[in-house]
């Protein structure tokens, strides 16, 4: 039987390893690699094999269909599978984000109690060559910066246990000329073919186009992601580096000294001009993104257009909406404020708007 190639980094002998099985093609692929893989006679992988199955309270009789596909199949495999049930449409209505946004905010719930309550030690998700390419367009038609372009991670390290995404180089195809080979079914869902959902336009109308013109677009795409995780590694590096030394809490007092409140609403950071002035463009950007972030567990992420606007408050670059001038406050998005004084660029949170730990 053909094997599929998967990465087998973190899959070492004994390692428990569970298996996110939707009852798709690239998941139905991934889990029965591993079968194989861990069934061999000589070269066995050796590890504890599980599965879970999330129901999203989506598509009725369909996700019904696609929870008895997965467990006849574990059963088949002799794998001891988890089906955990949920509602995507309770979740958006509570939240306002997208189905596609709540269908994974919840998945990962799930994903990250598995490792937490420490039923495995590492979760696998099936995510293609395919799906990275698609995840970078749709960052870059959104905007993203490089932690955004590095897209899907091979890896994610979690307080407990790692996520896994062993098929990251396989391409979509491969994985359905090899259950076509192997006479594996696999189950479609409708939900794939619906205009409705960006990914699904990308994926049938605007990647096609695109590939006409480049071929290895999807390697090309990926390639891509690669070098904004290694430059987001690298900026990361420096920063933690280099923030201790610029950013200052509070505000200054007379007399010398700086004034730092506990109440609610009084997280604020500020930062010299001066010692903005002596970095590089680059540099600066990253300071005043990391600053924002830095204004709690969930601090805002700041736009390049937002990013853009502080610069000029600055007074390192012009945009004639923004006054560079002292007393300027600027009114960001995620009720962040940015005030300008003589000496200094102060970033602060609405009372409102304090993160909640």
């Known amino acids: 039987m053909p094997l599929l190639p998967f990465d087998r980094t973190h899959l070492t002998p004994g390692t428990r390893v569970c298996v996110a099985i939707s009852g798709g093609a690239d998941s139905v692929a991934l889990l029965t690699a591993l079968h194989t893989a861990n069934t061999l006679p000589r070269e066995s992988l050796g590890v504890g094999l599980s599965a879970v199955h999330v129901h999203h309270g989506l598509r009725a009789e369909e996700a019904d269909a696609d929870a008895a596909f997965v467990q006849d199949l574990c059963t088949r495999l002799n794998i001891p599978l988890q089906t955990h049930h949920t509602s995507v449409p309770a979740h958006v209505e509570q939240t306002g984000e997208t189905i596609e946004e709540a269908a994974r905010t919840l998945r990962y719930e799930i994903f990250h109690k598995l490792l937490a309550e420490g039923h495995a030690d590492v979760l696998l998700t099936a995510h293609t060559l395919d799906d990275q390419a698609e995840t970078v367009l749709m960052k870059l038609l959104r905007g993203a910066w490089t932690e955004g372009l590095s897209a899907i991670h091979p890896v994610l390290t979690l307080p407990k246990g790692k996520i896994l995404r ?164 600027l009114a960001l998005s995620q009720n962040l404020r940015a005030e300008r004084s003589p000496r200094e660029l102060r970033l602060y949170l609405q009372p409102s708007a304090i993160p909640q730990k």
Not at 172 to 195: G, K, Y
Not at 240 to 263: E, H, W, Y
């Open 166 to 329: 062993p098929l990251l180089d396989t391409s979509r195809a491969q994985i359905v000329a090899l259950l076509t080979e192997t006479a594996q079914p696999w189950r479609e869902d409708s939900s794939n073919a619906s205009p409705a959902h960006t990914r699904n336009r990308l994926r049938h109308d605007i990647l096609p186009i695109l590939r006409a013109e480049n071929p290895s677009l999807d390697r090309t795409l990926a390639n891509l992601a690669e070098l904004a995780r290694e430059e987001e590694t690298r900026w990361q590096t420096e920063l933690s580096r280099l923030l201790p030394q610029i950013l200052l809490p509070g505000k200054p007092v007379r007399g010398g000294g700086r004034s730092v409140g506990t109440a609610p609403g009084s997280a604020a950071v500020a930062i010299e001009l001066d010692r903005l002035r002596a970095l590089d463009a680059p540099t600066r950007r990253r300071v005043l993104r990391a600053a924002a972030r830095s204004l709690g567990p969930n601090g805002p992420r700041l736009s390049f257009d937002e990013t853009a606007r502080l610069l000029s408050l600055c007074g390192f670059r012009h945009d004639p909406t923004v006054a560079a001038r002292p007393g300027t406050i």
